[in-house]
């Protein structure tokens, strides 16, 4: 296997490892991605918990419930704001990392968008990918 993929807040307080490789990118469009990242959308990739180390300080969470109601925990640094990752308490076995954390994405490639119901107008949605107006079907 290659060396642990790598990332980190913007300050480098908080540090983690992903024993495992990670290839693809879901962008999502829904309001609270909007507001946690700051942007237009959220650009994740689902790791399974047991692949993903914390190695390097200890990150905060926000209890977010979407609308679904299943309250999903949102890591950031608590120093710099930067927003690491998520996860929701019904399923622990799995994280959603922002891929914008990684020391290194080459490689990694965009394959879907969700949330497109709620994007925003200046959002540039390439209709190639697989979209799907709420979440993606399980
Ligand atoms: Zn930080
Ligand atoms: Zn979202």
């Not at 962008?27 to 700051?38: N, R, W, Y």
């Not at 209890?63 to 999903?72: F, L």
Request: hydrophobic share 30%; aromatic share 8%; glycine share 8%.
């Amino acid at each position: 296997m290659t060396k642990p993929i790598t990332g980190g807040c913007l300050c480098g307080k908080i540090r983690y490892a992903i024993d495992q490789p990670v290839e693809k990118i879901i962008a999502c469009h829904c309001t609270h991605c909007q507001k946690i990242s700051g942007s237009g959308a959220s650009f994740n990739t689902p790791v399974p918990s047991s692949a993903f180390k914390i190695t390097a300080g200890t990150p905060k969470f926000f209890a977010d419930t979407p609308d679904s109601g299943n309250i999903m925990h949102r890591y950031f640094c608590g120093d710099c704001g930067s927003s690491i990752y998520s996860q929701r308490t019904k399923t622990p076995e799995m994280v959603v990392l922002k891929v914008g954390t990684l020391d290194d994405s080459n490689g990694m490639k965009l394959v879907m968008n969700i949330w497109t119901k709620s994007a925003r107008p200046w959002m540039h949605i390439d209709p190639a990918l697989q979209g799907y107006p709420e979440n993606r079907p399980v």
